[in-house]
């Protein structure tokens, strides 16, 4: 074998190997990857359900229910638009009470609630997720003006 088909088969391995390294780097991300949605996306059907996302709003006040005998808790998210059913089977958050923002991690299900597997709360009055104020903000405005005049 001459040096220089030696140094071919070096350069094509290697560039190989790169390719295969980045393709399954790129699979990885994609799989981790996960869309923030508020409720009047998932109103508008923008999500399918089993598809992993996040879940961002206020948890509207009076929704929160406990199943008896279980750690198992059911509370409506808004974007005061919109208001997306939520059930969630683990302890949640010290921080977490109606009327306050929270961020969820899961899927809908088929009936389209919204099945929760981890359940984030704002940490103080000062700090909502980007995501969650921008919505908030625009549920807010859209539910102050009247119905004749747009914002």
Do not use: C
């Amino acid at each position: 074998m001459t040096p220089r088909r030696r140094r071919l088969f070096w350069v094509l391995g290697i560039v190989a190997g790169v390719g295969i390294a980045g393709a399954l780097a790129l699979r990885a991300f994609q799989q981790n990857v996960m869309f923030y949605f508020d409720p009047s996306r998932i109103a508008a059907g923008e999500v399918k359900p089993g598809q992993r996302f996040r879940l961002g709003g206020m948890v509207e006040q009076g929704s929160v229910s406990r199943t008896p005998g279980s750690l198992e808790v059911r509370f409506v998210v808004t974007d005061f638009k919109h208001q997306v059913a939520v059930r969630y089977d683990n302890v949640l958050p010290d921080l977490f009470r109606e009327g306050a923002g929270v961020v969820a991690h899961g899927r809908l299900d088929a009936s389209g609630t919204f099945v929760a597997d981890e359940v984030l709360a704002k940490h103080d009055e000062k700090y909502m997720p980007p995501e969650v104020a921008r919505s908030l903000q625009a549920g807010k405005s859209a539910a102050a003006a009247p119905s004749g005049e747009a914002r």
